[in-house]
């Protein structure tokens, strides 16, 4: 049972134009939602993070759109640049009630970007 | 400079052979993850800790053991039984009691000979 789907495996862009990366989850006790993005044998990197209080966050060149009622939420990149080719992972946490407050993290599948100069 | 460091980069694992995998973590996090990545299937967690002495099977435990002595290291061991071990294995840490991002390690390519 995958609690956390990217339906989109790859995405391209043209430089300068807005990337859009969704991702869809399933369990609504996850309370804070992150975007990683990915390079071959490398660990992820951060790029944001938004809590479930909230329904946007921005971050430069990053916004993450949260909607809670759908149960979904998107990364939007503008404009894209050819350095922001990697793969990205959206990642959904909530706290484990079978512990004493661990948050849990249940990743996507990823979804791989590449823009194009 | 805090950060995790995995060690080895690269491991490879003969027939009926268990391997460790090294983490440590210089954050002061409490909570430490291992994860698995697989081509196409993203990041599957495997066993997590929140404090010393504690930890808890992820989606994917079958044929990993994990120990957490020190708040600071986190290794996970591959068996023997884990009949599918190659793939890239990754640790991660964060704070416990708040919400906030994973921060990872470089990652340890595990193969089979």
């Known amino acids: 049972d995958q609690q956390v789907k990217q339906n989109s495996p790859s995405l391209s862009v043209q430089e300068g134009r807005i990337s859009i990366l969704n991702c869809d989850y399933t369990?609504?006790?996850?309370?804070?939602f992150l975007w990683y993005k990915k390079y071959p044998a490398e660990g992820p990197t951060f790029l944001i993070s938004i809590s479930s209080i909230k329904d946007k966050n921005e971050d430069g060149r990053f916004t993450v759109f949260l909607n809670k009622s759908a149960k979904h939420l998107s990364l939007h990149i503008v404009p894209s640049q050819p350095g922001d080719s990697a793969v990205y992972f959206c990642?959904?946490?909530?706290?484990?009630?079978?512990?004493?407050?661990?948050?849990?993290?249940?990743f996507g599948t990823g979804t791989r970007l590449k823009v194009l100069a | 400079d805090g950060g995790i460091t995995q060690s080895p980069k690269y491991l490879f694992r003969k027939e009926g052979q268990n391997v460790t995998l090294s983490c440590e973590q210089n954050?002061?996090?409490?909570?430490m993850y291992w994860y698995r990545q697989d081509p196409g299937q993203g990041l599957r967690l495997i066993y997590y800790?929140?404090?010393?002495?504690?930890?808890q099977k992820g989606d994917i435990a079958e044929g990993y053991s994990v120990s957490r002595e020190k708040k600071e290291s986190f290794p996970l061991t591959v068996t023997s039984a884990q009949k599918n071990p190659t793939a890239f294995y990754l640790c991660?840490?964060?704070?416990?009691?708040?919400?906030?991002?994973?921060?990872f390690g470089a990652g340890t390519r595990l193969s089979v000979l």
């Open positions: 991660a840490s964060s704070i416990r009691v708040v919400a906030g991002p994973l921060d």
């Open positions: 990642a959904a946490s909530g706290k484990d009630r079978t512990t004493s407050g661990t948050y849990k993290y249940i």
């Open positions: 369990n609504s006790m996850f309370d804070y």
């Open positions: 800790s929140q404090i010393v002495n504690d930890f």
């Open positions: 954050l002061n996090h409490d909570a």
